[in-house]
């Protein structure tokens, strides 16, 4: 399997226990294919990947990307 090294990445740290962060899948039916749940202070580095579309993040968590920072709501 070869790595690449320009894909995206995004940090997600939570700012509350029990933030779940859900990887949604690429090609012609989006699913959910993996899930996470952090406690607060927990950090977690994601990629987006052939396989990773798009990342879900419900609870409140600070998010830092290369385009920027973001936090969300809950």
């Given at each position: 399997?070869?790595?690449?090294?320009?894909?995206?990445?995004v940090v997600?740290?939570?700012?509350?226990?029990?933030?779940?962060?859900?990887?949604?899948?690429?090609?012609?039916?989006?699913?959910?294919?993996?899930?996470?749940?952090?406690?607060?202070?927990?950090?977690?580095?994601?990629?987006?990947?052939?396989?990773?579309?798009?990342?879900?993040?419900?609870?409140?968590?600070?998010?830092?990307?290369?385009?920027g920072e973001?936090?969300?709501?809950?």
């Amino acid at each position: 399997m070869e790595t690449r090294i320009d894909e995206d990445y995004v940090v997600i740290k939570a700012l509350e226990d029990g933030v779940t962060i859900i990887g949604l899948t690429r090609g012609k039916n989006t699913k959910f294919h993996h899930t996470e749940k952090l406690d607060e202070g927990e950090v977690m580095l994601a990629q987006f990947t052939e396989h990773t579309s798009a990342i879900k993040i419900r609870g409140k968590a600070k998010i830092i990307t290369e385009h920027g920072e973001v936090e969300s709501d809950g």
